[in-house]
């Protein structure tokens, strides 16, 4: 049969707003707005901007004060991350994914995923631009494992929280906790890439097999091959932009529910009640999952956590379950890579290893 449900006949050329198959036509949908990016833009940006003006107007209402002021605090000290991490997607959606998958190396083999982790803890962003840079390098074909790798071991292992981690609690426990979370995105990453050769969790869609592939020669090619202009450079910020769209909405709404938090749940109480024992622990990491806070916010909680509650496992789980738990992460996972369950796989590879060194921390310390 030439046609699956009639004798064949000229077909017009489908409209712009018209889906075709052979049996039937659809008329397409207009794209519905984001309800949930548009909401949490306006609710931050009305709160950011009653904070940052009318501060007078709400003396009548402590708790809308302390909800508009936390609100402030928070994007003030996530807005510089977060600009650079949305500049760091536009870059990498310039560069070939022969380049990104030559540099960090195979995924399957223990180097590639030492690159991807060494990346991640050089890489100067916080927790929520490392987010839109380790999505960027699953789209440019990175392997799984060398995703969750540069996204475990990054978060607060920036130069600039370094050196203010340091100042903190000295070098030797900031050493330390720089030495065991990358050793945790190591063993995670490998644990992911065995998961996904074992048929357990799908495969990368995007990787691409590099073959004699030479990459500083490529590079200086196409260095000299691309005219920059004010065009160029206009129109890669706004790709990342538009491409870090579905991290925002999520990072917005964490925002606010950070800021109820804040609101109604004191920081005091965290560093009276969260002591060096396992009910201490295990409600840092109940605290630290609910919490969605940047890297920047929660160093100094961290630290504290190590100085007046002598904690030291407390503190480094602090840093490192947000990262494992938070629903940001979570969820921004399920929408790059369709799957469910390579996103709740993060908090069930990650969270036992971070419970161990915790608590041998705060037996040890």
């Known amino acids: ?7 064949p006949k000229p ?4 409209k712009p707003d018209q889906v075709t198959n052979c049996c039937s036509t659809e008329v397409g949908k207009k794209k519905r707005p984001d309800a949930l990016l548009w909401s949490g833009i306006s609710l931050v940006t009305i709160a950011y901007i009653l904070d940052l003006f009318f ?11 302390s909800m508009t002021q936390a609100t ?13 991490g949305m500049l760091f997607v536009g870059l990498l959606g310039r560069v070939p994914r022969e380049f990104v998958s030559a540099l960090l190396g195979k995924g399957d083999r223990f180097s590639g995923i030492l690159r991807a982790t060494i990346a991640g803890t050089l890489l100067d962003l916080c927790s929520h631009g490392i987010l839109l840079v380790a999505m960027r390098l699953y789209q440019r074909g990175a392997s799984l494992g060398q995703v969750m790798a540069f996204l475990i071991a990054s978060p607060w292992n920036s130069l600039s929280l370094t050196v203010i981690m340091i100042a903190l609690i000295g070098w030797q426990w900031t050493l330390l906790f720089i ?21 357990k969790l799908p495969r990368n869609p995007n990787e691409i097999e590099i073959t004699d592939f030479k990459v500083w020669p490529e590079a200086k090619q196409r260095w000299q091959a691309t005219h920059f202009s004010f065009a160029w450079l206009s129109a890669m910020l706004w790709e990342g932009i538009k491409d870090s769209r579905m991290i925002v909405r999520w990072l917005l709404l964490g925002v606010l529910l950070a800021a109820s938090i804040r609101t109604f749940v004191p920081v005091e109480s965290f560093q009276t009640y969260f002591g060096a024992t396992i009910a201490g622990l295990a409600m840092t990491l109940v605290v630290a999952t609910i919490l969605e ?3 920047e916010g929660s160093t100094p909680i961290a630290a504290d956590l190590l100085v007046r509650a002598h904690a030291p496992g407390n503190s480094f789980a602090f840093l490192m379950t947000g990262v494992s738990t938070d629903y940001t992460e979570i969820m921004s996972l ?17 969270v036992p290893q971070i419970v161990l060194l915790s608590w041998l921390m705060n037996i040890l310390g």
Do not use: H, N, Q
């Open 72 to 84: 402030r605090d928070l994007m003030d000290s996530m807005w510089l991350g977060l600009a650079l």
């Open 293 to 295: 806070i940047c890297s």
């Open 11 to 14: 077909e017009p050329e489908p």
């Open 179 to 199: 030495v065991l979370s990358m050793l945790i995105g190591i063993v995670s990453g490998l644990i992911f890439d065995r998961l996904v050769r074992y048929g």
């Open 1 to 7: 049969m030439s046609s699956c449900c009639s004798k």
């Open 334 to 350: 399920r929408e790059t890579t369709k799957s469910w369950k390579i996103a709740l796989f993060l908090p069930l590879v990650t």
């Open 55 to 65: 501060t007078e107007w709400l003396s009548f209402s402590t708790s809308l004060l």
